[in-house]
């Protein structure tokens, strides 16, 4: 029978489960509401939109790839219990697996294939309903250099691919990937370490340097100093903030002598050619999300029945 918009919707208002899982469940039980209801809460997915509202800000960085393509996901959930558990494990290194196949944008990464078949977004919703917590893909980065090395690496790691801080690093270079490996993985570290906000100076956000301008000329100007010092004073301090905000200008944390632009330029002899640092990208899991702040003590009150 033909499944109408207000057979979803009335579904939906009584589920909170997804449209497309709703009009599933019709199809699957003949347009009868009732029994697309249990169907639903057969499968889980009716449970797993209750706890969509739920905060997750715990759980793990996956990277997957090797030679010159990586990607790396966050996959959510609202504890680090589950993410020590394996079978989650096991689900964000699938997500980051069926991710390589992808643009790197959300709808095609939750529509990709897992290697059982099922699709990333049905996999989270079948781990929802088998761990019993809110779980999400909440981002996807994809680093591809058309001739080079990509390197990844992973702080805290929980698993080979797992941790609570992933790396990914492009270079650019006619070298062989084994002979970049060794540097990439440096920078990759470095970047974990001094949390750089672009590779160049020009690739700064204008908006960010135009803050740090402002802030920096209104300090000059309580010295009382003349409008031509107070320009040199602004322009040294725009230097220094390059140095720790750029990643070719900082400080190379694995030798604190040279910058990391001296250190990559240094390898280039071991390599045997030119290295350009063309990208990084740096997920910290749950960066940005707003946790929930609990009483434990009302907590353990309120589930012994006292006020």
Known sequence: MSISASMVKELRDKTGAGMMDCKSAL????????????????????????KAGRVA?????GVAGSGNLAVMVEVNSETDFVARNADFQKLVSGVAEAALGTDGSLAAVQAAKMANGA???????????????????????????????????????????????GVLVGLSSAAPAEKLSGIGRQVAMHVAAANPLAVRVEELDPEV??????????QARESGKPEAIIEKMVEGRVRKFYEEVVLLSQAFVVDTEKTVGQAVKAAEGDVGGPVEVAKFVVFRIGEGVEKEESDFAAEVAAAAGKK
Request: glycine share 8%; hydrophobic share 50%.
């Open 209 to 218: 340097v135009a803050r740090e301008r402002s802030v920096y000329a209104e």
């Open 119 to 165: 699709t990333v977004d049905e996999a989270i919703k079948a781990a929802v309903a088998t761990i019993g917590e809110n779980i999400t893909l909440r981002r996807v980065a994809v680093v591809f250099v058309p001739s080079g090395h990509v390197a990844s690496y992973i702080h805290s790691a929980v698993a080979p691919g797992l941790g609570k801080i």
């Open 57 to 61: 800000a715990e759980g793990l960085i």
């Open 27 to 50: 199809t699957e039980t003949s347009g009868d509401v009732e029994a697309a209801v249990d169907w639903l809460r057969a499968k889980g997915l009716s449970k797993a939109a209750k």
